[in-house]
C-alpha cells in the first residue's frame, strides 16, 4: 500500500539512506533526495530500514541537482522498491507530459504521487497559490506548495491557501522558504499542511529556512 497522507507526515529529508535510523524516533518517513545522492538506486536497492521513502529526484530547473537526463526514469525504477510508498513529481513535468510514464508506473504498483510546485524567488498571490495546488491536487494524492516567503503577509496569504483547501477537503502540504517563512513549517501543519521535511543534522539541510527534525518534530507536537 502507498504511503498514506490523512494524518501529517513528518518526513526526515536526506541524501543517505543510512541516516535512516537516526531519524526514527522522529520522522514518520524518509524524504529520499536521490538528485542529491552518489548511486541513489543501488542505496535503495540496499535499504533495510524501517521507515517508508518518499522519492524526490529533483529537477535543476526545480532547485535538484537531477540531470535531465534518465531523471524520470530513476524515479520510475525507485518505485519498484517495496519501502517506497510514494514519489514526488514536478507539476511542472506533470503538465508537460514528461512525467505520464512514472505517473503510470506509480499507479500501478500502488505507490503515491506528490504533485509539487515551487518559488525560489517569492510569493504568488493567495488565488495563484491556490490555482496551483487545486491543480496539482488533480494529478496527485497530495499537492505541494513551497514558496519563498519575504513577510508576514506572505505566509499569511499561503496559511490561508492551506485552510481554504484543506476545508473542501484536498489534501495539500506548504511551506514557506527563507527566514520569514520559517515559521510556517511548524504553523501549517495546523492549517492541514499534510508533509514537512526536515534535516536530521541541521547542517544538511535541504531547503532555507528548515528546522532540524527534533525540532521540528517537538514543535508540530506540541502546536497540534
Ligand atoms: O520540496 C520539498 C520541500 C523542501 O523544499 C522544503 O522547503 O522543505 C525540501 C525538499 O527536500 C522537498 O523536496
Known amino acids: 500500500m502507498g504511503l498514506q497522507f490523512d494524518s501529517f507526515v513528518l518526513a526526515a529529508s536526506t541524501a543517505a539512506l543510512a541516516d535512516e535510523p537516526a531519524a526514527r524516533e522522529h520522522a514518520d518517513a524518509i524524504e529520499f533526495r536521490m538528485d542529491l545522492a552518489d548511486d541513489p538506486l543501488a542505496a535503495l536497492e540496499a535499504y ?7 522519492a524526490t529526484n529533483r529537477a535543476v530547473w526545480e532547485g535538484g541537482k537531477a540531470p535531465a537526463e534518465g531523471r524520470l526514469e530513476a524515479l520510475a525504477e525507485a518505485t519498484a522498491v517495496d519501502a517506497v510508498g510514494a514519489i514526488d513529481l514536478e507539476l511542472e513535468s506533470i503538465l508537460d507530459g514528461e512525467a505520464t510514464a512514472v505517473l503510470e508506473t506509480a499507479r500501478d504498483r500502488d505507490v503515491s504521487i506528490v504533485a509539487s510546485a515551487h518559488d525560489f524567488e517569492g510569493t504568488p498571490s493567495r488565488d495563484a497559490m491556490v490555482r496551483t495546488l487545486t491543480e496539482a491536487g488533480t494529478y496527485a494524492d497530495v499537492a505541494k506548495l513551497a514558496v519563498t516567503a519575504e513577510s508576514t503577509a506572505d505566509t499569511l496569504a499561503l496559511l490561508s491557501a ?8 484536498e489534501s495539500v502540504a506548504t511551506m514557506a522558504m527563507g527566514d520569514a517563512g520559517r515559521h510556517t513549517r511548524a504553523v501549517a501543519p495546523v492549517y492541514g499542511s499534510k508533509i514537512g521535511y526536515a534535516p536530521v543534522h541541521p547542517a544538511d539541510a535541504t531547503a532555507p529556512g528548515q528546522y532540524d527534525l527534533e525540532t ?9
Not at 533495510?48 to 518518499?54: F, H, K, S, T, V
Not at 492551506?162 to 477537503?169: C, D, F, K, N, V
Not at 521540528?216 to 497540534?224: D, N
Open 216 to 224: 521540528l518534530a517537538g514543535l508540530v507536537t506540541r502546536l497540534g
Open 162 to 169: 492551506t485552510e481554504q483547501l484543506t476545508a473542501r477537503g
Open 48 to 54: 533495510d530500514g524501517e521507515l517508508p521513502i518518499l
